[in-house]
């Protein structure tokens, strides 16, 4: 019997891969979307981005697919950067740097790491 094909809406190899660990209980072959597939990530909130990531390399490679959007809210920003998380800063320590700039010197450094996911 062949196992079922499951297809990880990223071109990030590194999530591609913590995913695939994950799943490592199932049966299934894995794979990531195809190199040449880029998705704007035009949603409002988390379950949309995952949604247009999902449904596109779901048409494109005809298999079911596996989508996240993710992000990181800081209260004392209101949220921020939230959805926009991926694009607060070109690389981690930019993103940290930026952060900690942002928070100044308060003591109020609360935070909470959200994650949605989406199969189509």
């Given amino acids: 019997m062949r196992k079922p094909l499951l297809t990880i809406a990223s071109g990030n190899t590194k999530k591609v891969s913590e995913i695939y660990e994950m799943l490592n209980v199932l049966n299934l072959n894995v794979q990531k979307q195809?190199?040449?597939?880029?998705?704007e990530e035009t949603g409002k909130t988390y379950f949309e981005n995952a949604l247009l990531k999902a449904?596109?390399?779901a048409?494109?490679?005809?298999t079911w697919t596996l989508a996240d959007d993710s992000g990181l809210e800081v209260d004392f920003l209101?949220?921020?950067p939230g959805i926009y998380s991926a694009r607060y800063g070109r690389s981690n320590?930019?993103?940290i740097?930026?952060?900690i700039n942002e928070l100044?010197?308060?003591?109020y450094r609360s935070a909470k790491f959200i994650s949605c996911m989406v199969l189509c």
Avoid: C, I, M
């Avoid at 195809?34 to 998705?39: A, Q």
């Fill in 59 to 62: 048409l494109e490679t005809n």
């Fill in 55 to 57: 449904k596109a390399a």
């Fill in 104 to 107: 100044d010197d308060t003591p």
């Fill in 97 to 99: 740097n930026k952060l």
């Fill in 34 to 39: 195809p190199d040449f597939l880029e998705v």
């Fill in 78 to 80: 209101d949220g921020r």
């Fill in 93 to 95: 320590s930019e993103k």
